[in-house]
């Protein structure tokens, strides 16, 4: 626990009664003061996956640490929890070391920027930013190493440390972190950029308790905090019930031949409170896949999850965390002993929401969602160009978004709402690539009442010679369809060779080297369908074609006949019979085949070696 907040105003904040409409003011002002923050960070960073992508999360916390608006939950719990110093006006405090903050960040890349917002020689709040860096140091261009078999493998692990002492720099240390990155120039951008975020936040924060007072300004986040807390009781009482629920997805591998890797969870409600508990999970990998789940973290997942389903329009943030326990196993997947690597954390991360999906979902199977783009697949490209500098690209892919109730899923789509793709253009102008292909997946989407959002495919066409690292998922298992739809199509990654030659890669591979002229096939999976395909209406089966997002073949799913560009109704309608009537009653789930059908199918499929079986029951 840190030691102290030291304040020269020492006189206590108090809770008072707050009019409604300053309530409103407030929230829009602290709303708009968060949304600020990525304002400043995307005009001043460097790297693209900041600048252009948007790798980062915002959040303004009441001085307890707890999250009153952000894109995602708090993690300076966790943090004050494992930070052993004194906390002073001024100061700017880095990190990025999971073992060493309770998991308030899941891997070395994500650095953590934390500020104690002070007016008046008194603590009020905290602000906070992490944005992902392209590089941290470690075995590989791009820090996220496949083969890693422990955390001093990945880059420098900065434990929590003051970058700033009392608004000093601590250039001596600035300098050190800097030594020991591949691209201390993006780095140096990035880390100067969330410092200016947070400090933006912190400038707005003591604007808004100068017009209102003190006591009015963390009165107001209290309020806030309870809003959110009324909200989401609500929430678990509607979807949380109280005799247990069980669902179980996989992480295809590891990268190193290991795999499948369940996540298990059983959830139920006792009283006010849920329960997650993830019992059944399979043990810590012996690579990078691992995934330090902080409690706090996944608290943070299932209320962003329940209110985007239930109503965007509840502020999200810390209110509601002590109307949810979690229990992780010590030593499993999720909560891995150190010093267990956690560089390849993503494919867990993702993994979770979809687990949450299926547990959510039996029992309001109308409002539940596919499976779908549950991750952030990475492509890395380095080495010198022409010029002999040194290039470092690090990209992530987006995919298929699962059907929906309200619809189809979106084709090309990130897991992550906020982020953008980086333009084409800005991939061509800063690295040796051309984009020569760049459009949805035909048929990848799984058939349903509400069709799975096609993948996407990225040609890379490689202009010099260097490494390529792909991170990518569901390449064994499929994304799940549900109540009658259709599972998604699985990824591929193809290389094919300046002589012509082709060679399908693992999808989780590094250190492959590259010729100019090759061309990488970068393909990502599609989301499940969701409904009954036969019932979607034929005259949207044939405007997906028209939009080459379905092929004539593919209407066949659908049980959708379609013949000179026009639907044949009598074959559509005795197509639609007879599938019907071989598929019998429609599941809750498709999954495309149990883990030893899939296992089996591999040996059907030349490019796919099955990976070994290891902790999975």
């Known amino acids: 626990m840190f030691k102290n907040i030291i304040e020269g105003n020492t006189t206590p904040l108090e809770i008072v009664e707050v009019e409604s409409v300053t309530v409103d003011i407030i929230e829009n002002a602290l709303r708009n003061a968060r949304e600020e923050m990525d304002v400043v960070l995307f005009r001043t960073a460097m790297s693209p996956g900041i600048r252009e992508q948007g790798d980062c999360f915002p959040m303004i916390a009441n001085r307890d640490g707890k999250m009153v608006v952000g894109q995602f939950g708090s993690f300076i719990h966790g943090f004050m929890e494992a930070y052993n110093d004194d906390i002073e006006e001024g100061d700017v405090i880095l990190t990025n070391d999971p073992y060493m903050c309770n998991g308030a960040v899941s891997h070395l890349p994500d650095w953590i920027v934390l500020v104690p917002i002070f007016k008046d020689q008194r603590h009020i709040a905290w602000s906070a930013m992490f944005g992902h860096m392209s590089d941290n ?20 692990r900065i434990p929590p440390t003051k970058l700033y002492k009392k608004g000093v720099l601590q250039k001596d240390i600035f300098d050190l972190i800097l030594h020991n990155v591949r691209t201390p120039q993006w780095n140096k951008f990035d880390l100067n950029a969330l410092v200016a975020a947070c400090n933006t936040a912190s400038k707005r924060c003591i604007e808004i308790a100068e017009r209102f007072g003190d006591d009015v300004f963390h009165s107001t986040m209290e309020v806030m905090l309870d809003r959110n807390k009324i909200a989401m009781q609500a929430i678990i009482n509607m979807l949380v019930p109280e005799d247990p629920r069980t669902f179980a997805d996989y992480i295809c591998d590891d990268g190193v031949g290991n795999g499948p890797y369940k996540i298990q969870c059983k959830m139920w409600r006792e009283g006010d409170k849920a329960i997650f508990d993830f019992e059944g999970t399979s043990e810590q990998a012996p690579s990078s896949v691992n995934f330090y789940l902080n409690e706090d973290m996944f608290k943070m997942f299932f209320g962003s999850f329940t209110i985007n389903l239930i109503d965007p329009q509840i502020l999200f943030n810390d209110g509601f965390y002590d109307l949810v326990e979690v229990r992780i196993p010590q030593g499993s997947l999720l909560k891995p002993n150190f010093p267990a690597a956690l560089s390849g954390r993503t494919h867990a991360l993702g993994r979770i929401f979809d687990v949450m999906g299926g547990l959510l979902g039996q029992g309001v199977p109308e409002a539940m969602n596919a ?60 690295f040796p690539l051309r984009i020569e292909k760049y459009e949805t997946i035909t048929d990848s989407g799984g058939a349903g009442l509400h069709r799975g959002g096609n993948g996407l495919s990225a040609a890379y066409r490689l202009l010099c010679d260097g490494k390529i690292a792909i991170h990518d998922e569901r390449w064994f298992t499929y994304p799940w369809g549900v109540n009658g739809g259709e599972p998604g199509m699985r990824s591929t990654k193809l290389l094919v060779r300046a002589d012509g030659t082709q060679e399908y890669l693992p ?111």
Not at 143 to 155: D, K, L, M, R, V
Not at 405 to 412: I, T
Request: glycine share 16%.
């Open 137 to 156: 140091g470690g075995m590989v261009p791009g820090s996220i190493p496949i083969n890693a078999e422990n955390i001093y493998q990945e880059g420098i």
């Open 507 to 617: 999808a989780k591979c590094e250190n492959v080297e590259v010729k100019k002229g090759d061309v990488l096939y970068f393909n990502t999976w599609g989301g499940g369908g969701w409904g009954d395909p036969y019932q979607r209406d034929a005259a949207l089966v044939l405007a997906d074609v028209i939009r080459g997002l379905v092929s004539v073949e593919g209407a066949k799913r659908y049980g959708v006949v379609i013949v000179d560009g026009n639907v044949d109704e009598k074959a559509t309608e005795a197509l639609r019979g007879d599938l019907s009537a071989k598929r019998g009653d429609t599941q809750l789930f498709d999954f495309g085949g149990t883990i030893e059908e899939l296992t089996a199918r591999c040996k059907e499929e030349t490019h796919l070696d099955a990976p070994q079986p290891i902790g999975v029951s």
């Open 371 to 430: 499976a779908g783009f549950s991750d952030s697949p990475h492509f890395f490209y380095s080495g010198y160009d022409d010029n002999g500098e040194w290039f470092q690209l690090f990209q992530i892919g987006f995919g298929g978004i699962p059907g929906r109730p309200v619809g189809d899923g979106l084709d090309g789509h990130s897991l992550w709402p906020g982020f953008t793709n980086v333009p084409n253009e800005f991939l061509e102008a800063y």
